[in-house]
């Protein structure tokens, strides 16, 4: 399997979080390959898994896919091809990353 | 059967005594109102339930309006703002803060009078934030159509129903002509909709400077989070700092009255805090329950306090906590 890249420099690439254009809160699967669906937000408050507030929600929620085991880059292109195969459009995605233990991204309330 | 039924939030630190402070003038100016405690903070943190319980969420959600004193946020990994907590729940979006010089507190921006609407629940606020590679870090602005109109509307009823004369947009939309051009482009729409109110609009940084040298040219200030963040503290400076800083949290299904400032854990139980902040937090309250004479009044005996000199430490003067309510009531039942 190719190692995913930013290895040499001390990272470890352990998921993706995916913007995603969709109205509702989008029924994404919760299981792909190595990722689990870890949680979505919406500007910033997580809607899923519930309880899910009564908050008022804009069309870009966000996911966010966590790996179960080393995960590739070619990973999380897999991820993504899968997501715009099922029908969901996807505007942007960001790679996240560990470095010692300590995960270089936020958590949502 | 009481005229109002509100929910109250005693607090940590502080907030006990200037609650009671607060209860006391409320009830020299015989506003009729059963209050509901609600239990939420480190009490309750320690007792393994969640620092806002969700039966308090429920019933504030069911009443529609609370009076909330301040709470501390545990330290740690994994702690959770009460606060943060109640906004996200209750979808508090509109933070409203009224900025007014009292007689008898001197300022250098005697005259100011006027009340910043920041949008609450976006912009830069999401924890949106990423290490994109490890010598480059990020966050999200992130702003939407929906949140701007919401927060404008409120700016602009809230300005047509309390006799105010013009709503001033503050943004930075020469510099993010994408994401605060929205804000702005949302502001222009939603104020063609109250042509008998002024609506203009200033760059932040320009707004900055006006609010110490034209203070008194502006009335009702509608803002982005950050913006309104930064703002709501500068003019609390100008009229005297924190401990009298009024806010209100505010939802389409309730609103939260509540001090600007924190629960001051250093001076907690010493009967020396000063109140004023939560005291005009309440009667900002009360103007959103439809007492607006209990308000005045009890602004007028506040004011007519503090011009006779009785004024908590942080004020300059010597007054306890419970003195300077119990003068307070004075002047109302004199």
Redesign the interface.
């Known amino acids: 399997m190719p190692r995913a890249m930013g290895g040499e420099r001390g990272l470890e690439l352990c998921g993706v979080d995916v913007f995603v254009w969709s109205a509702k809160t989008p029924e994404l699967p919760t299981e792909v390959g190595p990722f689990r669906l870890e949680l979505i937000s919406n500007r910033g408050t997580r809607v899923f898994p519930p309880p899910t507030p009564d908050i008022d929600l804009c069309d870009w929620p966000r996911a966010r896919y966590l790996a179960n085991e080393a995960i590739a880059d070619q990973d999380v292109d897999w991820l993504l091809a899968r997501l715009t195969q099922a029908g969901w459009i996807w505007t942007k995605s960001q790679k996240l990353y560990r470095k010692d233990g300590a995960d270089l991204f936020s958590h949502p309330y | 059967m009481a005229q109002h039924k509100v929910c109250l939030i005693r607090g940590d630190g502080i907030g006990p005594e200037i609650t009671q402070a607060v209860l006391t003038v409320l009830e020299a100016a015989k506003v009729d109102i059963e209050w509901v405690d609600l239990e939420a903070g480190l009490a309750c943190v320690e007792r393994g339930l969640p620092i806002v319980p969700e039966e308090s969420i429920q019933k504030l ?1 069911e009443l529609g309006v609370g009076l909330k004193a301040p709470l501390t946020t545990p330290i740690g990994k994994g702690s ?1 703002s009460p606060n ?2 109640l906004r ?2 209750l ?1 508090l ?1 509109a933070c409203v803060r009224p900025v007014r010089s009292l007689r008898g507190l001197p300022t250098l921006f005697p005259g100011t009078d006027l009340v910043i609407f920041r949008e609450n ?2 912009d830069v ?10 010598t480059v870090a990020y966050t999200l602005k ?1 702003i ?1 159509e ?2 701007c109109e ?1 927060i404008c509307r409120a700016a602009f009823e809230y300005a047509r129903a309390n006799g105010r004369r013009r709503v001033t947009a503050v943004h930075k939309a020469n510099i993010m002509k994408i994401a605060d051009g929205l804000f702005l482009r949302t502001f222009q729409r939603v104020a063609a909709e109250y042509p008998d109110i002024e609506a203009n609009d200033r760059i932040v940084d320009a707004q900055c400077m006006h609010l110490v040298t034209r203070w008194t040219e502006y009335d009702v200030l509608v803002t982005e989070n950050l913006y309104g963040d930064i703002l709501s503290d500068l003019c609390a400076g100008m009229v005297g700092g924190l401990g009298v800083a009024p806010g209100a949290n505010m939802g389409t299904k309730c609103a939260l009255f509540e001090a600007v400032h924190g629960s001051a854990p250093d001076i907690a139980g010493q009967n020396r805090a000063n109140p004023t902040a939560l005291l005009l937090s309440a009667t900002q309250m009360l103007a959103h329950l439809g007492e607006h004479r209990a308000k005045a009044d009890i602004e007028g005996a506040l004011e007519a306090t503090l011009e006779r000199g009785v004024k908590t430490t942080d004020l300059g003067g010597d007054a306890t906590t419970s003195a300077f309510a119990e003068a307070i009531a004075s002047e109302l039942r004199a």
Do not use: F, S
Request: hydrophobic share 30%; no cysteine; glycine share 12%.
């Open positions: 959600a959770v943060v907590t996200k729940r979808d979006y629940t976006e606020y999401g924890q949106v934030e990423y290490m994109a590679t490890p992130i939407t929906g949140g919401r």
